[in-house]
């Protein structure tokens, strides 16, 4: 079973602040991507990662994959209420036969206060 | 139009009740698959398939069956729900390839009492 750490569980911060998400394992992953939810939705996704030491932006998101692909961070810069959600991380991994399925991290719930 | 869409969107039943859960996708992946959401455990697989005629089982599949009636669509049933099943049911696609990256329903809500 490939797990996948995710920290912190909650974060509640000011507008304007800024914040980290870590997601961390001991298995190595194909790919990692991060998905955001939002209440009452399916999670969509922000961005795949697939080179250990890749750095991807999204306007104030940055995301890094670990140079050993086992883990990876998400550093969100002045950080507005329109950012508050559920932020998942999930690790491809190959499950046998050339088939990859995904484990997810429990997520990190943001609220980010006006 | 959603790409992805699931129904019910909320369901209340009791106890050893036969429940369908169903997810439709327009997207045109061959690959598809259904989760449950639980608050502080995240997303777990139940089942997934990767075509019409390939089925098979993910980390938490007691309980649970699953049907691949079309490339298009995918049915999860509870043959005799239970009170832990309560929980955010989520079908999700995603086209072949290396990393997997999925496209996830709107959630079904299902309540057993």
């Known amino acids: 079973t490939q797990l996948l750490e995710q920290s912190p569980q909650f974060l509640s911060i000011q507008e304007g602040e800024n914040l980290t998400v870590y997601c961390n394992s001991s298995?190595?992953?194909?790919?990692l991507q991060w998905y955001r939810q939002e209440p009452g939705e399916g999670p969509v996704l922000l961005v795949t990662?697939?080179?250990?030491?890749e750095v991807k932006k999204l306007k104030r998101l940055t995301f890094q994959f670990g140079d050993a692909r086992k883990d990876s961070s998400l550093h969100i810069t002045a950080a507005q209420p329109g950012d508050t959600g559920l932020y998942l991380c999930a690790g491809a991994f190959n499950s046998g036969a050339g088939s990859y399925q995904l484990t997810f991290g429990k997520g990190t719930k943001l609220s980010v206060i006006p | 139009d959603a790409d992805v869409t699931q129904t019910p969107r909320n369901r209340i039943t009791k106890t050893g009740k036969r429940i369908m859960l169903e997810c439709s996708q327009t997207k045109g992946h061959d690959r598809m698959y259904w989760y449950r959401q639980d608050p502080g455990l995240g997303l777990r697989l139940i089942y997934y398939?990767?075509?019409?005629?390939?089925?098979n089982k993910g980390e938490i599949s007691d309980g649970y069956s699953v049907s691949r009636q079309a490339q298009a669509k995918f049915s999860l049933s509870l043959e005799s729900a239970i009170p832990n099943q309560t929980a955010l049911y989520f079908c999700?696609?995603?086209?072949?390839?290396?990393?997997?990256?999925?496209?996830f329903g709107p959630g079904t809500r299902l309540t057993v009492l």
């Open positions: 298995s190595v992953f194909s790919s």
């Open positions: 990662v697939v080179t250990g030491g």
């Open positions: 398939s990767f075509d019409v005629k390939d089925i």
């Open positions: 999700a696609t995603t086209p072949t390839g290396l990393n997997n990256e999925q496209f």
